[in-house]
């Protein structure tokens, strides 16, 4: 029989890869002749890097960057020497995993060490970039990103700005004559499930501010230095982008990715289907299993394991997801396609041991599982057990 095994990330405790694996163990102890296909999945945030790189053969780099408050940290991206492709992720260099309680600071949070994580792939002779934008910490319309990359942005008396999300209504004109000229030769992918504005009720402040630390009583005053900075770009490039879908993802990068390098974007969990031939493995398999770190009905909704039952039961295939917490009616998620949730934690545990012994116990429910289908007789009908 042969199991497609896709899970995401179980944040905070296994990579996609690492959950891959432990299921995989689980199921092969019970019968060591199932054919089972790993891919690691991620939707453009954490976990995209580990993914892309398994999926396409590559291998990580590491490089010493700036994290989101301009302290050194080692950062982790993809590539692909085959085809001189990059995957990078926001969150590496520039993202929320990156701060301690009590560190957020949307006004001097940067994306500059993503930019110098492109940089660097740069160096490498890099065609392909493909950015995830998912899990930032900033707000800086990733002016930080293209400082990093040569863009100068100055104040009214020509003085420079420094980059960062509590600076942008001081920007009045941008010097891109310094913009690395090897940008003009790279193919830009972002990887991203954001499809709102930048600005307004729906947009980069309003809706993704606060999980980034702006607080309610400096909503107004973000929100206004943005749209000063959208008036300043559209000055300087002559064309406007603040109302295009993706242009708020992560705090208004997306908008500043679409001014100055006009990239494609994707659904991070669309695109990342297509590069592992997804639907074209789960269509010849018996069973696809998927998971993550927490399943809820609100949730799942744009999630991995939603998208993973979508295509399951386009080609009646069953599905199922092993989770660390369940919470919530689950019935709008089978209606979906995804016919079982599991629960990984077999006995009563605090949250920092289930995390710590994620592996063990995603190893212990795939055997569990899976010596149940075959006492049931499933082997060669699993969906008589999922129905």
């Known amino acids: ?83 001189k492709t990059a995957v990078i992720e926001t969150a590496a260099a520039s993202g929320l995993p990156l701060l301690k309680e009590g560190e957020l600071d949307p006004y001097h949070a940067s994306t500059y060490g993503t930019g110098q994580l492109v940089s660097r792939a740069l160096d490498l002779g890099a065609d392909k970039v493909i950015l995830g934008l998912g899990g930032s910490a900033t707000v800086d319309a990733g002016t930080g990103f293209f400082e990093a990359l040569g863009i100068r942005f100055l104040d009214e008396a020509g003085n420079r700005v420094q980059a960062s999300g509590g600076k942008l209504g001081e920007i009045k004109s941008i010097d891109a004559t310094h913009l690395d000229s090897r940008l003009a030769d790279v193919e830009f992918t972002i990887a991203s499930d954001v499809t709102n504005p930048l600005l307004g009720r729906e947009g980069a402040v309003a809706v993704f501010g606060p999980q980034k630390g702006v607080t309610e009583d400096e909503l107004v005053f973000f929100e206004n230095g943005m749209g000063r900075y959208a008036e300043t770009v559209a000055s300087h490039i002559g064309k406007e982008y603040r109302s295009d879908e993706g242009s708020g993802a992560a705090g208004g990068f997306g908008f500043s990715l679409l001014a100055f390098l006009q990239p494609k974007f994707e659904n991070g969990f669309t695109l990342i289907s297509k590069l592992s031939g997804l639907e074209s493995q789960i269509s ?31 080609h009646h295939v069953p599905a199922i997801a092993f989770a660390g917490k369940i919470e919530g009616d689950l019935q709008a998620a089978k209606r979906q396609g995804l016919s079982l949730v599991l629960p990984i934690v077999d ?35 699993p969906s008589d057990l999922t129905s």
């Open 1 to 83: 029989m042969k199991i497609i095994v896709a899970p995401d990330s179980f944040k905070g405790s296994m990579t996609s890869t690492e959950a891959s694996e432990a299921i995989r163990k689980g199921l092969l102890e019970v019968d060591e002749d199932l054919d089972v296909v790993l891919i690691p999945m991620a939707d453009g945030g954490e976990g995209t890097v580990e993914a892309l790189t398994a999926i396409l053969g590559g291998e990580k780099q590491s490089e010493e960057v700036e994290d989101p408050l301009g302290r050194q940290v080692c950062a982790d991206f993809g590539w692909i020497e085959k085809t």
């Open 284 to 314: 010849q398999s018996r069973l696809v299993i998927t998971g993550e770190g927490k399943v809820d009905g609100q949730s799942l909704y744009g999630k991995v394991p939603i998208g993973i039952a979508r295509i399951a039961a386009k």
């Open 347 to 381: 006995e009563p545990m605090t949250l920092s041991d289930a995390m710590e012994k994620g592996s063990i116990l995603l190893q212990r429910a795939a055997s569990r599982f899976m010596t149940s289908v075959l006492l049931l007789g499933g082997k060669d009908k």
